[in-house]
Nanobody, 115 residues
Framework: QVQLVESGGGLVQAGGSLRLSCAAS????????MTWHRQAPGKQRDLVAT???????NYADSVKGRFTISRDSAKNTVYLQMNNLKPEDTADYYC?????????WGKGTLVTVSS
C-alpha cells in the first residue's frame, strides 16, 4: 500500500512563502506522474502542478510564476514551493501519485493565507 504524507502547510500573510512536502513510501520514479491539487471550502479539487517521471512540469494558470514543483529522489519527496501567496490560495493541498494501476492520494495539508 502506497502512502503519501503531506506537510508544510500553515498560516502565512499575503505575499509570503511556504514549501509543501509530499513524502512517498516508495521510490517516486515508480510513478508516471505526481501532482499537487488544492480544494478550497465549498469548491472542487483543482490541479495545481504536475511533474512527470521524466521531470517535465506544468502549472495551473493561477499559480504560474509563483509556484514551483520539484522533487528529491533520494528522499522520495516532491515539493511545492509557493511564493507571493494570495488569500485565494487558501485551501487544503493534496499530493497525488499515479502509477500504471491506480492513483494514490495523501490526506492533505492546510494552507491559510491572510490578507
Amino acid at each position: 500500500q502506497v502512502q503519501l504524507v503531506e506537510s508544510g502547510g500553515g498560516l502565512v500573510q499575503a505575499g509570503g512563502s511556504l514549501r509543501l512536502s509530499c513524502a512517498a513510501s516508495r521510490t517516486i520514479f515508480s510513478f508516471n506522474v505526481m501532482t499537487w491539487h488544492r480544494q478550497a471550502p465549498g469548491k472542487q479539487r483543482d490541479l495545481v502542478a504536475t511533474i512527470t517521471s521524466g521531470g517535465n512540469t506544468n502549472y495551473a494558470d493561477s499559480v504560474k510564476g509563483r509556484f514551483t514543483i520539484s522533487r528529491d529522489s533520494a528522499k522520495n519527496t516532491v515539493y511545492l514551493q509557493m511564493n507571493n501567496l494570495k488569500p485565494e490560495d487558501t485551501a487544503d493541498y493534496y499530493c497525488n501519485a499515479e502509477d500504471r494501476w491506480r492513483n494514490y492520494w495523501g490526506k492533505g495539508t492546510l494552507v491559510t493565507v491572510s490578507s
